[in-house]
């Protein structure tokens, strides 16, 4: 069934059986209130016959019954009670609604309380229904000496008769009940609708499945937070990558000991290393917004080793594109030069020319090829020789260098992330001088890894270890500030070391190592 329609008949029947109950309770306590009136009026009428002189005289006499009957009957049918009975102290009845049953003894009478002087209230079922009898005791004219007990006995309405007598009242209060009821339902369902965006509540409930098997089919980690920083979604791969199973928690809870932990970021351009369970991910954060409103934060995490099985791919297809366009550039000029050589005349030296260019990078490409047997290396080793050339910095490949494999822990995504931002950076700082000059060492297998780049570039402030905060850079462009972090972040995860020494003016050498030599 529609919304509405569920909201109007549910509320519809618990209106209903509001007014149905309440009505209930009503005759209830009405009936109750009868009962107290009755009792108080049983007991007064009572009194009054116990105290009338040619009751406590006659009482207990031959003739008593002509006396007393007579005056019963008048009071009864005066007070509108529905009987008076009078005993004398043996139990013998001198007066009650059926003559018949005067001068007959009632033994059950003789056990109640009033022969001992005592009055009281008492409720009972008889052959009319419930009735409310009060007992007085009849004392002689001087109250000295019991002569007798006085009963009166009222028969209370019932349930139907007081349903009768007050049925105007409650149709009143039904027709309000249920009308008000009726409109409020009206009003709550469409107010309902307009919460759940005209959405029925199986269309929510399949929403709400469609988006979860969305989010936990994705291979990357979601994870949602509110404004105030708890987590109110975990897609699985993000609990398995956090280890937090829990229904409830909170960034520091989740991320202790992480920078994600220590403070929640609202926005964030790119991604931002986090290392977790000796494992490195990729994080970033995306602000989320509700009318205009902070309603949290989106967290993508990333596993890095996945990243950089992407990352190895592209960058070859990176390095394959600068490569290319350097020595396109260089081939350029090369060709100019030969072609004005000829022009002049001068073949030999046209010819020594292209000789000797041939011969420089067909040793640079050998070198790199003999000492380092990763290829994607190889290919980022290539790219930024000729991105050196084209910038005009002396770029070497030390002769101790060697690449066998890669330290237990690292991939080729990692080296290429360290070297090629180490030796971006030299470069740039070689930029400001005449001569430039970088030399790269690299030494590595499964057990150890250890790469030194130095430049006699433009040197670095002291303090130097503020090159691998987070965002740091010396460059007013944006996007700068990362690359350095993220090889601190990869050293140290798998417990390396990165060392800097700068002196101003004369240039910068950064050492990595990782594992111990066993050579």
Request: charged residues 20%; aromatic residues 8%.
């Amino acid at each position: 069934m529609p919304l509405r329609t569920t909201m109007f008949l549910f509320s519809f029947v618990i209106v209903l059986f509001s007014i149905m109950t309440s009505g209930a309770i009503m005759i209830h306590n009405i009936a109750g209130a009868f009962e107290k009136e009755f009792g108080s009026r049983a007991i007064a009428i009572a009194r009054t016959v116990a105290q009338l002189e040619e009751v406590q005289t006659t009482v207990g006499t031959e003739k008593g019954f002509e006396v007393i009957q007579p005056i019963a009957e008048r009071v009864r049918l005066a007070t509108d009670v529905d009987y008076i009975v009078i005993f004398d102290m043996k139990g013998v009845r001198y007066s009650h609604p059926s003559e018949s049953r005067i001068g007959t003894i009632n033994e059950e009478i003789m056990k109640n309380a009033a022969y001992s002087q005592h009055e009281y209230i008492s409720k009972a079922f008889g052959v009319q229904g419930f009735s409310i009898r009060a007992f007085v005791p009849i004392m002689n004219p001087e109250a000295t000496r019991q002569v007798g007990v006085i009963t009166v006995g009222i028969i209370t309405p019932k349930w139907q008769h007081l349903v009768e007598e007050y049925q105007s009242d409650i149709y009143i209060s039904l027709f309000w009940g249920l009308l008000i009821g009726l409109v409020g339902s009206i009003l709550i369902a469409n107010h309902i609708k307009r919460q759940t965006l005209n959405l029925e509540p199986s269309e929510i409930a399949r929403i709400v499945e469609e988006r979860s098997a969305i989010m936990q089919a994705m291979d990357v980690g979601l994870l949602a937070t509110d404004g105030k920083g708890n987590i109110t979604y975990m897609n699985h791969l993000a609990r398995k990558y956090t280890h937090f199973f829990g229904k409830r928690g909170t960034l520091k809870e989740v991320f202790q000991n992480t920078w994600l932990g220590e403070e929640h970021i609202e926005k964030q351009d790119g991604y931002r290393p986090l290392s977790m369970f000796k494992q490195m991910y990729l994080v970033r954060i995306f602000p989320l917004k509700i009318h205009d409103k902070n309603a949290g934060s989106l967290i993508v995490i990333t596993d890095r080793k996945e990243a950089h099985t992407l990352a190895e791919e592209l960058t070859g297809v990176k390095t394959l594109v600068d490569t290319l366009r350097a020595q396109h550039h260089e081939f350029l000029n090369r060709l100019h030069s030969i072609a004005g050589l000829i022009q002049l005349n001068r073949n030999e030296e046209a010819i020594s020319l292209i000789l000797d260019e041939i011969t420089d990078e067909e040793s640079v490409f050998q070198k790199i090829k003999d000492k380092i047997q990763d290829y994607s290396i190889q290919g980022l080793l290539i790219g930024k020789f000729s991105r050196a050339k084209e910038l005009g910095v002396e770029l070497t490949l030390s002769d101790d260098s060697y690449l066998f494999d890669y330290v237990t822990g690292f991939s080729s995504g990692d080296l290429i992330t360290i070297i090629g931002n180490l030796l971006d950076n030299a470069m740039e700082a070689c930029l400001s001088k005449e001569e430039k000059f970088v030399d790269i060492l690299i030494q590595g297998d499964k057990h150890y890894l250890y790469i030194e780049v130095q430049d006699n570039g433009a040197g670095i402030q002291k303090p130097v270890e503020r090159i691998f905060d987070y965002g740091f850079t010396t460059k007013n462009k944006a996007g700068h500030g990362i690359g350095l972090a993220l090889v601190k972040q990869i050293v140290e995860s798998n417990h390396g070391t990165i060392q800097v020494f700068s002196e101003v003016g004369v240039g910068t050498t950064m050492i990595v190592q990782v594992g111990r030599n066993e050579q």
